[in-house]
């Protein structure tokens, strides 16, 4: 890396963290699941989430992040390859992969002098990746049961980030919350009574099209069609989880700031991918390409200023966002974009365009303003304006007044599938 990059890449940093011997800490915590609308500071006024609110108000967040899906039910396992490979969709090894020389998110940083630390689920994630932390903790060696799973994870953590030590630490803490089975410790879910949550402006009894995969593991949660007494039941479970989860963030924060290392640690709270959990669209699951897939990504610390960008952000961005905030170099062959330039305040964005897909049956692809889904196999498609119609209501695709938005869409995706090596021979 260039003194020129070097200065560019620390700048707004305070001068504790100029230093070429101090960096600052790293906590990574990626939750299981969770919807990128789920923390109160940001306008969902049913959820409480203390912790993550304390960190959205003092640091930056993203609204617009979106992994790039995969082509298997789970998507939660190529999204977090994605993260930790900081490669494209059809460019992550498989689950059992060995990497070779290709870079990882823990050795890049153990390679700068991070000591590491995962705690988390074993399955669902990039195996190789989660064993190449120095230190590897799964979820089922931690013992408890499903209700404790987020005390455990922060248990952990706080040991680890407790140790006295000469290096900077990278924690990865990814809980299997608040995935399905949705439980949590009782008073979290007294917290919430389903009777009071409110349903979704865009709920749904059914989807009204065959998208391709209807009848998928997660739709199967919740009998057909869908009623508005089971959504809620499904919702309060949920924001229960994420309600627990972020007590036990909290306790991590707290200990943190107890130490004396807070003021130095970057803190990145985010998701593998939202879902549509309380019928939206009809639907419960991750298997699809509307606004509720998108994931929360908030990052609080040193030389963070507060405030939001609405930037296109995709999953494998992190690996390169990292490495940036913590002065670490950025392998060559990582895809994803580095994304501190819009956190500083230089740029507003690094990529006019974010890609989706899902299995052969679905791809998306969105700009500034308006979302195109397709569904090769249907065949149709829809087009929305995600600026004027978050909740996506007025499929757009067939006005006359939005033809040429189409074209221009259906081109991009075109292209967007060869740039990537889409595996899927037909094209928009």
Request: net charge positive.
């Amino acid at each position: 890396m260039t003194n020129i990059r070097r200065r560019d890449l620390l700048a707004g940093f305070p001068a504790l963290l100029r230093s070429a011997t101090v960096r600052p800490n790293v906590l990574l915590i990626n939750a299981d699941d969770q919807r990128f609308d789920t923390i109160r500071a940001l306008g969902n006024r049913e959820i409480f989430t203390p912790a993550l609110d304390g960190l959205a108000n003092r640091g930056f967040h993203f609204t617009n992040l979106y992994s790039q899906g995969g082509l298997v039910g789970a998507m939660c396992l190529p999204s977090r390859t994605m993260l930790m490979t900081g490669r494209t969709v059809f460019r992550i090894p498989n689950p059992k992969e060995q990497p070779g020389d290709r870079p990882l998110l823990p050795k890049t940083m153990e390679a700068a002098g991070y000591a590491t630390l995962h705690v988390g689920k074993r399955g669902n994630t990039y195996g190789p990746a989660s064993l190449a932390f120095q230190k590897c903790l799964f979820s089922e060696q931690l013992g408890g049961d499903r209700v404790s799973q987020s005390r455990l994870h922060a248990d952990a953590v706080i040991e680890f980030a407790s140790q006295k030590r000469d290096a900077p630490f990278f924690a990865y803490m990814a809980p299997p919350v608040p995935h399905d089975p949705r439980v949590a410790e009782e008073r979290f879910m007294k917290m919430y009574d389903p009777a009071r949550i409110a349903l979704p402006r865009n709920f749904m009894p059914e989807h009204p099209f065959d998208n391709g995969d209807l009848r998928i593991r997660d739709e199967m949660l919740a009998p057909f069609p869908r009623t508005p007494g089971e959504m809620r039941k499904h919702l309060a479970e949920y924001y229960a989880c994420i309600s627990c989860l972020d007590h036990h963030i909290g306790r991590v924060l707290d200990s943190l700031r107890a130490n004396g290392q807070l003021d130095n640690t970057m803190v990145v709270f985010t998701s593998d991918q939202g879902l549509a959990v309380g019928g939206r669209h009809g639907l419960m699951g991750k298997q699809n390409m509307y606004e509720h897939f998108k994931a929360p990504f908030v990052i609080a610390g040193p030389g963070v200023r507060r405030g939001k960008s609405d930037a296109l952000v995709q999953m494998h961005d992190m690996f390169p966002t990292i490495c940036s905030m913590a002065g670490v170099a950025i392998p060559a062959p990582v895809e994803g974009k580095d994304l501190m330039p819009v956190v500083r305040g230089s740029a507003k964005s690094v990529r006019g365009h974010a890609f989706g897909c899902y299995k052969d049956v679905q791809r998306m692809v969105r700009d500034s303003r308006h979302k195109l889904i397709w569904y090769p196999k249907v065949p149709r498609f829809q087009l929305f304006d995600v600026v004027k119609d978050p909740w996506e209501l007025n499929d757009l695709s067939g006005s006359a007044a939005h033809a040429s938005t189409v074209a221009s869409l259906r081109a991009e995706l075109a292209r967007q599938m060869d740039s990537l090596n889409d595996v899927m021979k037909e094209r928009p």
